[in-house]
């Protein structure tokens, strides 16, 4: 008999990352799974991670003792109709949405409330699919839970006691301050890293002189306007109050900005960017959060012939897998000439380690 029965409704990164780590965690779990990409659920079964493909949402899902919702936000309601038959009186449903209102909104309306408890793992890559899903996405990552008013208690401790055992760090919130709360650290960033980059290409000269030079800290506070633009459509979409509430106050705060700058205000400045840096200073310099943190080292190298292939060359020896190298042509806010950046934590440190030893000049990015 398995240990427990874990159903999945999609099984994209986010879902093959958590059916990953439960498997990793307990081996003897027992995973069914559907998802429209049949290919992503052969996948799964051919790895030993999903151990049923159901042919879609049907009595295959009965027997679960948990089923996580990790379709797109816009199929949940159908979805939740679907399934609202099929639950053993036990099973708990979850969901991995980052917004919660929505969709606890429509569970009260399928009757769904006394067995849902949402869900949201702050994990994330820019790479989609369950090809590019791995455990280790959720190692030491919040993992936002939303239990609603009727849910017995009893099945927020199960939940919560999984949600550790991948490595996760859990924390209940109510639906509406998550929604808060992911508004500001998280939606409101995309939002201005994509009108930040829209502004510069607005700005730019015929033959690309910004583009050509955008590096260091500007490819940083952009990276994630490289993110799925459907994805974020619908969050905007679906938390939109809070996120046009936390973008007037942050004009108000640009604004503030532009009458120092414009009224020459050197005590103003030095106390908004000094105020700014003390705060942001205070973060813990972990992986958990809605915006993940990018595994990268600056490396000085000297201007000369197999330099670089040297760098790469041992980190390879020393099976170390790179996910990106970059000489950096814009230097004004980078520590080194060459970014590495690797895919786990771990690894990174692993690089600095073995290349401080080498003699480089290494320089670790927060």
């Known amino acids: 008999m398995p240990e427990m029965t874990c159903g999945f409704v999609g099984l994209g990164l986010i879902g093959g990352s958590i059916a990953k780590a439960l498997k990793a965690c307990s081996p003897d779990i027992r995973i069914v799974a559907y998802d429209i990409n049949k290919e992503a659920v052969k996948l799964a079964c051919s790895e030993g991670i999903a151990d049923e493909a159901a042919d879609g949402i049907n ?9 996580f919702l990790c379709a797109p936000v816009r199929k949940n309601d159908e979805n939740l109709t679907a399934l609202k038959g099929l639950l053993s009186p036990g099973c ?31 994990a994330g890559s820019e790479r989609i699919g369950y090809v590019n899903s791995r455990a280790a996405l959720l190692e030491n990552a919040y993992y936002i839970l939303t239990p ?13 006691l999984l949600v550790e055992k991948m490595n996760a760090l859990p924390l209940i919130l109510k639906p509406s301050m998550h929604d808060y709360v992911t508004a500001a650290v998280s939606h409101l960033p995309h939002v201005a890293a994509a009108s930040l980059v829209n502004l510069i290409e607005e700005s730019d000269s015929d033959d690309g002189i910004m583009r050509m030079v955008a590096a260091g800290g500007f490819k940083d506070i952009t990276r994630i306007a490289s993110s799925s633009s459907v994805m974020w459509q619908q969050i905007c979409l679906t938390n939109g109050e809070n996120i046009s509430a936390l973008l007037s106050r942050y004009i108000n705060a640009l604004t503030e900005f532009k009458d120092a700058i414009d009224k020459k205000d050197a005590d103003e400045l030095y106390r908004l960017f000094n105020s700014a840096r003390i705060y942001r200073d205070s973060f813990a310099n972990a992986s958990s959060g809605p915006i993940k943190r990018s595994y990268s080292i600056s490396v000085d190298i000297a201007d000369r ?62």
């Open 59 to 67: 009595r295959s899902f009965s027997p679960c003792d948990y089923i």
């Open 92 to 122: 708990i449903l979850t969901d991995v949405g980052s917004v919660k209102t929505s969709i606890h909104e429509a569970v009260a309306l399928a009757g769904l409330e006394s067995c849902f408890i949402g869900g949201h793992p702050m």
């Open 148 to 160: 609603t008013p009727l849910v017995p208690q009893e099945k927020v401790e199960r939940l919560r």
């Open 305 to 366: 012939a197999g330099a670089l292939a040297h760098i790469v060359a041992l980190l390879a020896q020393h099976d170390l897998n790179i996910k990106n190298i970059a000489i950096s042509h814009n230097r004004e806010s980078e520590d080194g000439v060459l970014r590495v950046e690797f895919y786990r934590e771990d690894s990174m440190e692993k690089g600095l380690e073995l290349l401080s030893r080498e003699g480089y000049q290494v320089h670790l990015r927060d």
